[in-house]
């Protein structure tokens, strides 16, 4: 297994920017696939974005597309979401999850980070 410890949460405005982090430890990072999902108040998980074991394939929730970035530095065994023009929608528990490379489903969680509007 390994462990997820986020990172970078906090307050928010409308229009502005926001990096969350993930340090990831335990076993070999590059054996994951990692995501980031959220939570809103309320509502169920869903999806954010996701990226392969070596950066080269990205993906993105279409309420995110164009204004999140999702980055992984594997020397370090970091992944990251990068939060621009952000929308009070985006107000969520901000969850970094991996998945194997021989896997189908996320099965390693953190413990969230909470981003919040500041309005």
């Known amino acids: 297994q390994v462990q997820l410890v986020e990172s970078g949460g906090g307050l928010m405005q409308a229009g502005g920017f926001l990096r969350i982090s993930c340090a990831a430890s335990g076993r070999t990072f590059t054996s994951y696939a990692m995501g980031w999902f959220r939570q809103a108040p309320g509502k169920e998980r869903e999806f954010v974005s996701a990226i392969s074991w070596s950066g080269g394939s990205t993906y993105y929730a279409d309420s995110v597309k164009g204004r999140f970035t999702i980055s992984r530095d594997n020397a370090k065994n970091m992944v990251y979401l990068q939060m621009n023009s952000q929308k009070p929608e985006d107000t969520a528990v901000y969850y970094c999850?991996?998945?194997?490379?021989?896997?189908?489903?996320?099965?390693?969680w953190g413990q969230g980070t909470q981003v919040t509007d500041s309005s």
């Open positions: 999850a991996a998945r194997a490379t021989t896997g189908s489903s996320y099965d390693n």
